[in-house]
């Protein structure tokens, strides 16, 4: 082989190898790390993994928000208004957390269905709905529609 | 009356966008030098048309304009005036106004500053931007006006967003946009070097400073974004991997390669090919990060855009600008001519390394950033990745990337001396292995051998930046005759930022402390040796909004501290809450206090946090940006074209 050559061969391979770890790091790194979306309804039918880190979101439900006294934690419902999850979360809340308000919540499923959030995120609008939550309200309107016709 | 003459300007730029990139493509190709000499002026009076649109924006804004759509869904009569001025670009329509203008201050400046090109290679270079320049213009004519009349007028405007009432925010997206639509330069030249079949290393000198110019406005952009959303937005977080930041971060690392690959091209001739594809996917990726930023395919803070037309509009104006580069790189690349040959230990080694790591972080960005919202695109799920992934595709990459930086610029061009470079950074070494085993001994923290490791890299990277001054001092006190180039100099400062920029990360990363906590007024909490006293929670009144106000005292080691006032304030006009964190600032540390929720009896959740080195992850931005200000402004830009030419083709007889 000529040196030019050479060099080329040395390059192109320097470039593959480093293409090739980073691919791998890169997709075992994503597959470690999807974080998964769920709505409380598909949670009850047992989508979600118990233990694994997921997202879920829905509103506040009305009146159920509760203060431990003297500690950050505080337990809620999250609804979609077809299924409910209740979630127990230690730590400050969002501004615009309120009963009613569509939140997103991130956290882990225990086994006695209790859902245990390290995050709490509500948007800075105050008439904002997370397009999941909107979509999943929408759904089962139409699904209670649907059901009380016949 | 007035708005409509905004409405007018924007069309008569429309039709001059038009004019021309027809008289500087077609022109150039023609040979024709009457249609090259109106390429020039068409495109500054294009350039002044915006900057008169955006005049008019700016002008209803502050007489307070309710009539005028835009106007009244982003103003108030209480807003103080310079946010009337800053609303401007605080949502969609204006923002693009604001994209557009910045383009015309780049159009007018290249207008000025390529009298020393040749005719037709100019004509090319405005011809491409006044076609970027017609894409946008049309999009914003077509899909968002921004001087929509609403009849009958509003009585009060609805408010500027709380957020976005910031000093940092106000300029935070100009100096984006300067950066992003400064890749549009180095696009257009390369578009323009294709068209003409000639790229070499006089063309890199060219598109140097320019690109140069464009990332430091970049990388100040994202230093205030970041430094923006550590104080008003993230509860002390300054970089949450949200595919908002993603958005501008991998236009950054394809711009850092770009910069660094052209200065192989201008000083070896070699990389040609390369450094033209960076030049097109930086800019399609500051394309794209217009698209996800406005399109809101993104529900974040910065998406303003709910209408799916103009979304598909921006997705087929990207489709056509990097379909059309790219067609046109694939049919002129092969024909152009191979730089000079290198071994394998010399600096174009060094530097094509450097470009393969920073493109390997920009699509490990890019991968985490698209996939999620293909995937729900294509109705597979709805999913995220977040930091976890980012961080741990990025501290691999980034640990042999910064070992590089420290080598790079010692090693020769084209046959590099493996000896010769150990001797120089010998005591830079020594430093970097000093600083981490310290580092390793002293610290007993969770991540100690993550911090060790920062440590050392930082140190590593900081005193291999400092050799090129130091041993330019030592020579000019010994009276001998010594020089360091601006270039150079520029180099040194932005790696030094890198330095600092790690050791922050670093630093704050692992020895940070951050706790949630209840307290009652009198109630006196510990916070990594800081004694803070909650004094109590008082109504505060301010231009347009209400606040409630806490007051802590704080002391160190029995030293006071002064007191911080942590605020939750209330915009009535949106009935928005924001929350204003109380930071006690050093260069050494920050005290962050932020107010949670009011509980019971008088009780408040807060957060306290000690951040040490945070300042730094800006302050290494600054440098970096400095450094592109040292290396743009080098003697050898500023010369006459003749001295440029010659001197470049003996760069291509000795490659």
């Not at chain 2, 780049?106 to 090109?117: G, I």
């Amino acid at each position: 082989m000529t040196p030019a050559r050479y060099r080329r061969l040395f390059a192109v391979l320097f470039v593959l190898a480093g293409v090739g770890v980073a691919t791998v790091l890169g997709l075992t790194a994503f597959r470690k790390n999807i974080l998964y979306y769920y709505t409380p309804a598909q949670v009850a039918s047992g989508a979600a993994e118990p233990g694994r880190p997921f997202r879920m979101g829905g509103l506040v439900a009305m009146g159920s928000v509760q203060h431990v006294p003297d500690s950050l934690t505080v337990h809620f419902v999250l609804t979609d208004m077809q299924k409910s999850v209740p979630i127990t979360y230690t730590g400050i809340l969002p501004d615009l957390f309120r009963e009613g308000q569509g939140i997103v919540v991130h956290g882990v499923l225990g086994d006695d269905g209790r859902f245990t959030a390290d995050e709490v995120l509500a948007k800075h609008d105050q008439k904002y709905m997370p397009p999941e939550v909107a979509a999943a309200i929408k759904k089962a309107q139409q699904q209670e529609a649907a059901t009380s016709k016949p | 009356m007035i708005p409509e003459l905004g409405h007018l300007a924007l069309i008569l730029a429309l039709c001059l966008a038009a004019l021309q990139a027809w008289f500087g493509i077609v022109g150039a190709q023609r040979g024709d030098a009457v249609w090259m000499a109106a390429v020039r002026p068409a495109a500054m009076v294009q350039s002044l048309f915006v900057l008169a649109a955006f005049a008019v924006l700016a002008y209803s804004f502050l007489i307070s304009d309710f009539s005028v759509q835009y106007v009244a869904e982003n103003s108030n009569v209480l807003l103080p005036w310079p946010y009337k001025i800053t609303a401007v670009w605080g949502a969609h329509e204006g923002s693009l106004l604001l994209w557009v203008s910045v383009l015309g201050l780049w159009t007018l400046a290249v207008s000025f500053f390529s009298r020393h090109l040749p005719q037709e290679f100019a004509a090319r270079v405005l011809g491409v931007m006044g076609l970027v320049s017609l894409g946008f213009l049309l999009f914003m004519l077509t899909t968002s006006d921004p001087f929509t009349r609403l009849l009958p007028a509003a009585e009060q405007g609805r408010d500027l967003n709380p957020i976005l009432q910031d000093p940092a925010m106000a300029i935070h997206p100009p100096m984006l946009y300067t950066g992003y639509v400064g890749f549009s330069v180095a696009f257009a030249f390369a578009v323009a070097a294709l068209l003409g079949g000639r790229m070499d290393a006089v063309w890199a000198r060219w598109s140097r400073p320019w690109t140069l110019i464009a990332w430091l406005f970049l990388t100040f952009g994202i230093t205030l974004g970041s430094w923006w959303s550590y104080y008003e937005l993230g509860w002390g977080g300054w970089w949450f991997w949200d595919p908002v930041e993603n958005a501008s971060f991998m236009p950054w690392l394809v711009g850092t390669a770009l910069v660094h690959s052209l200065a192989v091209t201008e000083k070896r001739g070699a990389f040609k090919n390369w450094t033209a594809l960076l030049a097109i996917a930086a800019f399609s990726l500051s394309l794209l990060g217009t698209f996800l930023v406005r399109s809101g395919v993104l529900i974040s803070v910065h998406s303003f855009a709910s209408d799916p037309k103009r979304g598909i509009f921006i997705l087929g104006m990207i489709g056509v600008f990097v379909g059309a580069a790219l067609t046109l790189y694939a049919w002129r690349a092969p024909t152009l001519v191979r730089g000079g040959s290198f071994q394998p230990f010399s600096r174009e080694t060094l530097l094509l390394l450097n470009n393969i790591f920073l493109v390997v972080a920009a699509a490990s960005v890019l991968l985490g950033t698209l996939y999620p919202l293909l995937m729900d695109a294509f109705g597979l799920g709805q999913l995220s990745v977040g930091p976890p992934y980012f961080d741990s595709v990025f501290i691999p990459v980034m640990l042999p990337f910064f070992i590089l930086i420290g080598i790079g610029p010692f090693v020769r061009w084209k046959h590099g001396d493996v000896s010769l470079t150990t001797r120089t950074l010998r005591m830079a070494g020594i430093a970097a292995l000093l600083a981490g085993a310290v580092s390793l001994v002293l610290v007993h923290a969770e991540d100690g051998l993550m911090l060790a490791a920062g440590v050392l890299l930082a140190a590593w990277t900081g005193s291999s930046a400092l050799v090129e001054p130091w041993n330019w001092w030592r020579r000019r006190r010994e009276g001998r005759h010594g020089s360091l180039s601006r270039a150079t100099l520029g180099m040194c400062a932005a790696h030094f930022g890198a330095a600092l920029l790690v050791l922050g990360i670093s630093v704050t990363s692992v020895l940070g402390v951050e706790q949630d906590l209840v307290v009652k007024p009198g109630q006196t909490v510990e916070v990594a040796g800081y004694k803070f006293d909650f004094v109590g929670v008082q109504d505060v009144q301010g231009p347009n909004y209400t606040a409630r106000q806490g007051t802590f005292q704080v002391s160190h080691k029995g030293r006071d501290l002064g007191s911080m006032s942590p605020e939750k304030r209330e915009f009535a006009s949106i009935g928005n809450e924001t929350t204003e964190a109380a930071i006690d600032p050093g260069l050494f540390r920050d005290l962050y206090v932020a107010l949670g929720n009011p509980l019971d009896a008088g009780a408040w959740s807060v957060r306290i946090q000690y951040k040490p080195l945070v300042r730094f992850i800006w302050l290494g931005g600054l440098f970096m940006m400095l450094g592109g200000l040292l290396a743009a402004s080098d003697r050898r830009y500023r010369r006459g074209a003749r001295a440029e030419i010659a001197e470049a083709a003996m760069v291509s007889e000795r490659a």
